[in-house]
């Protein structure tokens, strides 16, 4: 069973506007999430992350948002630039009792059009 | 290099072959991760070591799979009798901490293929 789902497997947006890019999670013992950013033929880097005490967490041009009671979070990148295409991959893990394994979404192909 | 290094990069093995992936973690890492990405998925988590001892192998999908890092540093995965399953990206990771909030820093990965 998919415990992180990321339903929208690509999106496209124009540079200069917003991108939201959506991730929902069945697990309620998830606890803190982060967003990772995939090149081709490089491994995944770490880009933002949220703990589950919060409800926004915001570096730079990228803010990600969690609402616990749906079990949704979403990252925003404001203004997009050309630069940010990648695969966006949700990850969750348990910070206690969870092994310290982050459990990831099958990621949105993000595409910024000039 | 300063980064997680993984070699081959590309493997391709017939079927029934063994494999050995390698990982060389950032100098200094605790923890080190190996996840296995299939297309069109997201990272699947394989197994965890803190230095030298693995804490949590959960992941391997079976007992062709196994996994060392004697010296609590580089790491081998090495997979049996491979199988057209198997074809899969398979990521390194390691992380300075031992704590659960540690931000995990990937290698490139290592391309499997078994025909």
């Known amino acids: 069973d998919q415990q992180v789902k990321q339903n929208s497997p690509s999106l496209s947006v124009q540079e200069g506007r917003i991108s939201i890019l959506n991730c929902d999670y069945t697990?309620?013992?998830?606890?803190?999430f982060l967003w990772y950013k995939k090149y081709p033929a490089e491994g995944p880097t770490f880009l933002i992350s949220?703990?589950?005490?919060?409800d926004k967490n915001e570096d730079g041009r990228f803010t990600v948002f969690l609402n616990k009671s749906a079990k949704h979070l979403s990252l925003h990148i404001v203004p997009s630039q050309p630069g940010d295409s990648a695969v966006y991959f949700c990850?969750?893990?348990?910070?206690?009792?969870?092994?310290?394994?982050?459990?990831f979404g099958t990621g949105t192909q993000l595409k910024v059009e000039l | 290099g300063a980064g997680v290094s993984q070699s081959p990069r590309y493997k391709v093995a017939k079927r029934g072959q063994d494999v050995a992936l390698r990982c060389d973690p950032i100098?200094?890492?605790?923890?080190l991760f190996w996840y296995q990405q299939a297309l069109g998925q997201g990272p699947e988590f394989l197994t965890y070591?803190?230095?030298?001892?693995?804490?949590?192998k959960s992941g391997l999908p079976s007992d062709r799979f196994f996994a060392e890092r004697p010296e609590g540093s580089v790491s081998t995965l090495k997979i049996q009798r491979t199988q057209q399953e198997d074809s899969a990206v398979y990521l390194c990771?390691?992380?300075?901490?031992?704590?659960?909030?540690?931000?995990?820093?990937f290698g490139e990965g290592s391309r499997l293929t078994v025909l």
């Open positions: 990771a390691s992380s300075p901490t031992s704590g659960v909030g540690g931000e995990l820093f």
């Open positions: 697990n309620s013992m998830f606890d803190y």
């Open positions: 949220i703990s589950s005490i919060k």
């Open positions: 990850a969750a893990k348990e910070l206690t009792g969870g092994g310290n394994k982050l459990t």
């Open positions: 100098s200094g890492h605790v923890s």
């Open positions: 070591f803190q230095n030298e001892a693995q804490l949590d």
